[in-house]
């Protein structure tokens, strides 16, 4: 990838069901389609995250790329979530109030959990016709 990606990509755990469950989410409240969606599995990620010093083996994280810059754990999520507007902006920014150390170790707990409690798929997930074109890599 020569240049810089012109919207913000939210990589998730291609397998994942809370993830695919996370994905939806977004993209059902982003109504300006300011994100862009790619699996932590595609070649997108493997080209793009290393770079950034995102190890792709020890992730368990949503990672969210914007303007050559990573957001992993917590702060991925909320940084994804402030874009999407509205409520959701001042919300995102509002629990930045927890220190990140705290909000990280819930996250990387849920994290952890996330395939012992909602278990995961065989393959990467498909997108519905309609959310195709969001999705990169």
Known sequence: MDQQPQHPILFFDGVCNL?????QWFLKR??????????????LAAELLPKHG???EALSSLVLYRDGK??????????A???LGGVWTPLSTALKIFPRGLRDAVYN???ANRYRW???????????PEWKARFVG
């Open 19 to 23: 993830c695919h469950g996370a994905v």
């Open 118 to 128: 909602f278990g995961k798929k065989e393959a990467c997930w498909l997108p519905r």
């Open 109 to 111: 707990w849920i994290a």
């Open 54 to 56: 995102v190890d792709l």
């Open 81 to 83: 979530a402030r874009l």
């Open 30 to 43: 982003d109504k300006r389609g300011v994100l862009r969606f790619a699996s932590l599995q595609s070649d």
């Open 70 to 79: 990573v957001y992993t754990h917590s702060d991925g999520a909320m940084e």
